[in-house]
T-cell receptor
C-alpha cells in the first residue's frame, strides 16, 4: 500500500483480556518497528524486525508482550492479560532496511484498558 | 547512541524561517542526525537526515556544524501546519530510533 496501515485504529478492552494489534508495512520494506506513546509522553521503542526475525526485543516491557512477523510483511503485536498501564497509542513504522533512514510511521492504534 | 538536547519549546511567526537547534556533543563518527516531527494525534513524520554535509529537501534544510556537535533544522517559510513537536535523533543506524522530548514549535499567525 501507499503507507503503513495499522488496525484497529481504536481498541477498548477490559483489564485482563488479550489484544492483538496489526501492522501492514509498506510493500518491500524489510525493517519494521513497534513503538508506543503514552498520553503526553514521548515514543518508547518496543521491538524491531528485520524480515521475520527480531534482532532487538529490548523494549518489550514484560513477558505479557510479544510480536511476530510473517512473510516479511504483516506484523502482530499481542498483549496478554492487559493492564491499565498498557493504555497508549501503539505505533508501527517500516523502512527499506535498517540502514536506510526515513522510517514511515502508521497512524497508530489507540488502546484503552478499562 | 548519542543523546541530544533540544529546547522544550519555540515560537515562530507564520511565513518566517523556523530554526530549530539541536546539541549532540557526544556524537560519534558513524552516527547520523535525523529529524522527525509529530503533529498532534498523528504518527511521527520523517523530515530529513544527514551525516556530515548539509542537506536540503522539499521540506527543510539541515545544517550540521563542522565538528558535528550540533545541528539546526530550518523550515524556510513556516506555516500554521508546521506546528508540531520536532525530534532530533542521533543514531548509528542499528535499527532503533530513540526519541527524546523534542521541541514543541508553535507557528503563530
Amino acid at each position: 500500500g501507499a503507507g503503513v496501515s495499522q488496525s484497529p485504529s481504536n481498541k477498548v478492552t477490559e483489564k485482563g483480556k488479550d489484544v492483538e494489534l496489526r501492522c501492514d508495512p509498506i510493500s518491500g520494506h524489510t525493517a519494521l518497528y513497534w513503538y508506543r506513546q503514552s498520553l503526553g509522553q514521548g515514543l518508547e521503542f518496543l521491538i524491531y524486525f528485520q524480515g521475520n526475525s527480531a534482532p532487538d526485543k529490548s523494549g518489550l516491557p514484560s513477558d505479557r508482550f510479544s510480536a511476530e512477523r510473517t512473510g516479511g510483511s504483516v506484523s502482530t503485536l499481542t498483549i496478554q492479560r492487559t493492564q491499565q498501564e498498557d493504555s497508549a497509542v501503539y505505533l508501527c513504522a517500516s523502512s527499506l532496511s535498517r540502514d536506510r533512514g526515513g522510517y514511515t510511521f502508521g497512524s497508530g492504534t489507540r488502546l484503552t484498558v478499562v | 547512541d548519542a543523546k541530544t538536547t533540544q529546547p522544550t519549546s519555540m515560537d515562530c511567526a507564520e511565513g518566517r524561517a523556523a530554526n530549530l537547534p539541536c546539541n549532540h556533543s557526544t556524537i560519534s563518527g558513524n552516527e547520523y542526525v535525523y529529524w522527525y516531527r509529530q503533529i498532534h494525534s498523528q504518527g511521527p513524520q520523517y523530515i530529513i537526515h544527514g551525516l556530515k554535509n548539509n542537506e536540503t529537501n522539499e521540506m527543510a534544510s539541515l545544517i550540521i556544524t563542522e565538528d558535528r556537535k550540533s545541528s539546526t533544522l530550518i523550515l524556510p517559510h513556516a506555516t500554521l501546519r508546521d506546528t508540531a513537536v520536532y525530534y532530533c535523533i542521533v543514531t548509528s543506524n542499528t535499527g532503533k530510533l530513540i526519541f527524546g522530548q523534542g521541541t514543541t514549535l508553535q507557528v503563530k499567525p
